[in-house]
């Protein structure tokens, strides 16, 4: 896509963090905004700001885990504003950090029917759209869990991991089919979103802010306890919207949000070349 101006933007997980940043800066590109989200408040205040700024912007609650809940976002964007051209498959949660013997099958659901489930539903609902009229460009949330490996969070690293071979995946195909649809892959490192807070969406969770204590143990704890401080001084979310617009326009497929992690991701490629076993991923420090 060469231009954003009057098209229409769909952004998952829209209501806080990256999402909402994407809409933001959306908006500021002269687009029309569906916002789609499960906590319905965060939605409403997200719209009613977009408005205010001059925005043409909808909200529609959705539990990306729920293939009827993309559909009706689908639906509600075409009444709208007739048609939709960007596509960001953004929601997510960072799951449970616990060894992972000890998850629960419930851990391991909740975790990928968000973050996995969410992209899958997001691709089977949005992409045939896109095709059908050819102006349009999709942008999934994976991260650098989709190439790393850190011990106690395999939930997220799986999801994030299946992230991004389906978002390859969807390329390739695309480009077989001689499709126009763009496609970018955003692989954030360390952004100060909430995400280590996303337990208070969990169904059945108590309205509270998720503690670092994970699971009762010294390594998962530790291992929340480091990334809380590392993701509170991260890249600022209105940063990463500007390099996801920047992408959408110049059809950039990788976007990573700093290079700390370039050298552990080139380290995994060799040791998988070399037949090695796996080192712990530590990014570079700036």
């Given at each position: ?16 963090g990256m999402g909402r940043a ?85 851990d391991w659901r909740w975790t ?175």
């Open positions: 896509m060469k231009e954003l101006q009057g098209r229409t933007a769909v952004v998952t997980g829209g209501a806080s994407f809409c933001e800066r959306f908006a500021r590109a002269g687009m029309r905004v569906v916002v789609a989200d499960i906590e319905q408040p965060a939605l409403d205040a997200v719209v009613a700001e977009l408005r205010g700024s001059g925005a043409e912007a909808i909200g529609v609650r959705c539990d990306v885990g729920r293939a009827e809940d993309h559909e009706a976002v689908l639906a509600a964007g075409i009444e709208a504003f007739g048609q939709l051209n960007v596509v960001c498959l953004n929601a997510g949660v960072s799951g449970v950090n616990k060894v992972s013997w000890k998850l629960s099958a419930d990928l029917d968000v973050n996995l489930w969410g992209v899958i539903h997001g691709i089977r609902t949005f992409v045939p759209h896109l095709i059908e009229h050819g102006d349009g460009h999709v942008v999934t949330t994976a991260s650098i869990a989709g190439h790393t490996s850190s011990p106690y969070g395999a939930p997220y690293n799986v999801s994030k991991h299946g992230v991004a071979t389906m978002t390859e995946t969807l390329f390739n195909e695309l480009r077989r089919e001689n499709s126009t649809v763009g496609v970018t892959c955003l692989c954030p490192g360390f952004v100060a979103t909430n995400i280590l807070d996303s337990q208070r969406n969990r169904p059945g969770a108590p309205p509270a802010r998720n503690e670092p204590r994970a699971d009762g143990e010294g390594g998962g704890n530790r291992f929340v306890e480091i990334a809380r401080r590392m993701i509170e001084g991260g890249k600022p979310p209105a940063e990463v919207a500007d390099l996801v617009h920047d992408a959408i326009l110049t059809d950039q497929f990788w976007l990573f949000t700093d290079e700390v992690w370039d050298a552990p991701i080139e380290r995994r490629h060799r040791e998988i070349e070399e037949r090695r076993p796996p080192t712990l991923p530590t990014p570079k420090r700036t």
